[in-house]
């Protein structure tokens, strides 16, 4: 049998799955009849030129039978692949402890560092200040129908993290076998298959909420143990070792001893970086970005991306802009096509936005963060929480100029631009819930911000055209893309005290729910390699 690899499969029509296999065996000179197996591993979209917008896929096919193997010396987009030899070794197991590991939240890095050890044989217990998915889903619709908040149970906190409640992303930068094994846990616990090989797979919150569930139905079946609504408040430490983690769950104090305590935080546990400090755990300040969401019309920004005369059924369209500019970056993340802006406060008389689609994509407008680094420079202060409280100043001002009542403030673009207050929505209908309030958002943001979002919104419109139209929305304000700290770790993925390991987002190593991911598993798998 032969394993060849097709690339730059260019398909200019939608067809099935079987028919891409076909159409790469016809342009290959292959008997499709002697195709055993095959698998997909690549689907983009090539929209460089709205005139030929096409598929480019890669694909894999196992061929039995008679075949010429000269006929692909000379095709460099066909390559016989050496059959892999190398087998999976098992991680070598070296913890010898009795002592249950304990994960302090159930967000992606969380969940994943508990399947690396409950797949190995190591019981943790996981720590979660909010409430299973299930009932997190009943207090975010009430903060979003009400402006009635749940400090422990919202879009930042509760099973399945801040991910959870966002377009559901799987890009990365990361080049590591581990972004494949997050893939293939997300797609064992219900994702769609597809996101094996799209270019850039998301999931969506409908999808993930069930996943997030299904994860945790495992982990409980192998022995493992969840404490919801438990929050964790402090730790014992001992001769430079962690011992025990002090909680309250429903007002009662727990104590859980321990010799492995993950900090898998997230990026909005304020409470517990304050903690941290107090103990001398070693803190660094780190770069970070604040900003807004703006908002458009899916329809231009697919009119803007595809063009209007391709036939193909063409996924609602994307974008990732950049601007560099004499002292600061601006940036578009998190870009969420066809869904909403979200309120996402965690703490009382805030303001914090962020953005979320489902996995159809299907709703009225296209939404991004469009942020502006922020460096330590820029916080006048040493002390290694600064970034923390630049961030909540600037949700607390986004509060009152909201009207403080959770009303979120927007600017249509054009007015921002020209710094006066909206008075008016034009043509662009925000999502945001629970209301906005027509405001001037240069009233609460920092000089440096609005000098080079400005220059930023300018910049990006000569590259997508319509991205400052004057009707576009900009919603304050967008601070938890990232934390503003760095818990310091050492090779062992341990911080300065024995047996606590920083993971994930809210410890610096990780901006989104791949990479958190792929770090849980690493901090996992440092677990079981300690003795």
């Given amino acids: 049998m032969i394993k060849l690899k097709i690339d730059n499969l260019k398909i200019r029509q939608d067809l099935e799955d079987v028919n891409i296999i076909k159409n790469a065996c016809a342009k290959n000179k292959i008997d499709f009849n002697l195709v055993k197996n095959w698998k997909i591993l690549k689907k983009s979209i090539d929209a460089r030129n709205k005139e030929d917008i096409f598929y480019n896929y890669s694909v894999i096919l196992e061929i039995v039978g008679p075949i010429n193997k000269k006929q692909f010396s000379n095709n460099k987009n066909a390559i016989i692949l050496s059959e892999d030899d190398v087998s999976k070794e098992p991680i070598k197991i070296l913890r010898k402890s009795n002592s249950s590991p304990i994960i302090i939240g159930a967000g992606p890095a969380g969940l994943f560092c508990a399947l690396t050890l409950i797949d190995n044989g190591i019981k943790p217990i996981i720590v979660e200040q909010g409430k299973t998915v299930e009932n997190r889903v009943k207090d975010v619709d009430l903060f979003l129908k009400d402006g009635i908040l749940n400090v422990n149970s919202n879009v930042q906190f509760g099973e399945g993290g801040a991910g959870t409640f966002s377009d559901g992303k799987l890009t990365t930068n990361l080049h590591t076998p581990l972004c494949k094994k997050v893939i293939d846990e997300f797609i064992k616990y219900g994702a769609p298959s597809e996101i094996a090989y799209i270019n850039k797979p998301h999931i969506g919150t409908d999808n993930l909420l069930k996943i997030v569930a299904n994860i945790r139905n495992h982990i409980l079946d192998k022995g493992g143990k969840f404490l919801f609504n438990t929050k964790a408040i402090d730790f014992e430490v001992k001769n430079n070792k962690i011992t025990k983690l002090f909680c309250v769950k429903d007002g009662q104090a727990i104590t859980l001893e321990t010799d492995a305590l993950i900090l898998a935080i997230g990026h909005s546990s304020r409470d517990m970086f304050k903690t941290l400090y107090k103990k001398k755990v070693n803190i660094e300040q780190k770069n970070f970005s604040v900003g807004v969401r703006i908002e458009h019309k899916q329809e231009m920004i697919n009119k803007a991306q595809y063009g209007t005369k391709t036939k193909l059924k063409l996924p609602p369209a994307e974008y990732k802009l950049a601007y560099h500019g004499e002292n600061h970056s601006c940036y578009t993340f998190c870009m969420c096509p066809g869904g909403k802006v979200i309120a996402s406060s965690s703490e009382p008389n805030t ?165 958190a991911g792929v770090d849980g598993i690493k901090v996992g798998m440092a677990i079981l390699q300690n003795e």
């Fill in 351 to 515: 303001i914090v936005t962020n953005g979320m689609s489902k996995f159809a994509r299907d709703e009225e407008n296209a939404n991004s963060a469009l942020l502006v680094n922020v460096t330590p420079n820029d916080l006048k202060s040493d002390n290694p929480l600064a970034g923390m409280y630049f961030q909540k100043e600037l949700e607390e001002k986004a509060f009152v100029l909201g009207g403080s009542n959770y009303f979120a403030p927007i600017q249509r673009v054009d007015d921002f631009l020209n710094n006066r207050k909206s008075e008016f929505m034009g043509n662009i209908k925000p999502s945001y819930k629970p209301g906005v309030t027509l405001s001037n958002l240069q009233e609460i943001l920092p000089d440096f911000v609005i000098k080079t979002l400005k220059e930023g919104i300018i910049y990006f419109d000569s590259k997508l055209k319509g991205f400052a139209s004057p009707d576009s929305i900009l919603t304050g304000v967008e601070t938890r893309s990232s934390s503003p700290i760095t818990i310091k770790r050492n090779e062992k993925y341990m911080s300065n005290i024995y047996g606590i390991y920083p993971c994930g987002e809210g410890a610096g190593y990780a901006g989104g729910i791949m990479s």
